[in-house]
T-cell receptor
């Protein structure tokens, strides 16, 4: 089945540590996205990538980094510079039709900083 | 800046009651509009979408939404809710032709009492 996988489902980290969240898709989609979901705030865009080896900052990119070395993969690193990293992180992908707007989401990773 | 507002943070209904969730967006140009649903423990999934044409769109599971351009609204409706509709609902808007992102509302938690 085609889809988006994110791992791990739950992640715990100590303050001051970097952590990388995995996102893989086999939908052959060009664009991929990372969102952060906090209660009562909806989804906020962290980074997005339209093509391999290119990515753009979203609205809340500070303290995060990404890479896009392969079309299928778009890992997100939460660095120690992110002041409030505990959140639910969602990865998504889309195709160019209708301006990339229709996005498909993975199951998410819940990150907790201890 | 573009924004999406969802007026109700938490809605509680009894089974068989009618549902209407409000969504307003602020964009000057042509927009694509979406409702996504997040059932407990599941992926965020598309409920319905509007790109152009008939402003009344039908989605999965008996949901529908009406695009009213003059009111910048895209309200979600269902004539008779079921317990299984308990979920969080997100309205989203995107600018046609922009790969950048969808802008999401803050979400509405719907609880349906059996």
């Amino acid at each position: 089945d085609g889809g988006i996988t994110q791992s791990p489902k739950y992640l715990f980290r100590k303050e001051g540590q970097n952590v990388t969240l995995s996102c893989e898709q086999n939908l052959n989609h060009d664009a991929m996205y990372w969102y952060r979901q906090d209660p009562g705030q909806g989804l906020r865009l962290i980074y997005y990538s339209q093509i391999v080896n290119d990515f753009q900052k979203g609205d809340i990119a500070e303290g995060y980094s990404v890479s896009r070395e392969k079309k299928e993969s778009f890992p997100l690193t939460v660095t120690s510079a992110q002041k409030n990293p505990t959140a639910f992180y969602l990865c998504a992908s889309s195709i160019p039709g209708q301006g990339y707007n229709e996005q498909f989401f993975g199951p998410g990773t819940r990150l907790t900083v201890l | 800046a573009q924004s999406v507002s969802q007026h109700n943070h938490h809605v509680i209904l009894s089974e068989a009651a009618s549902l209407e969730l409000g969504c307003n967006y602020s964009y000057g140009g042509t927009v694509n509009l979406f409702w996504y649903v997040q059932y407990p423990g599941q992926h965020l999934q598309l409920l319905l979408k509007y790109f152009s044409g008939d402003p009344l769109v039908k989605g999965i599971k008996g949901f529908e939404a009406e695009f009213i351009k003059s009111k910048f609204s895209f309200n979600l409706r269902k004539p008779s809710v079921q317990w299984s509709d308990t979920a969080e609902y997100f309205c989203a808007a995107g600018i046609t032709g922009s790969a950048r992102q969808l802008t999401f509302g803050s979400g509405t938690q719907l609880t349906v009492l059996p």
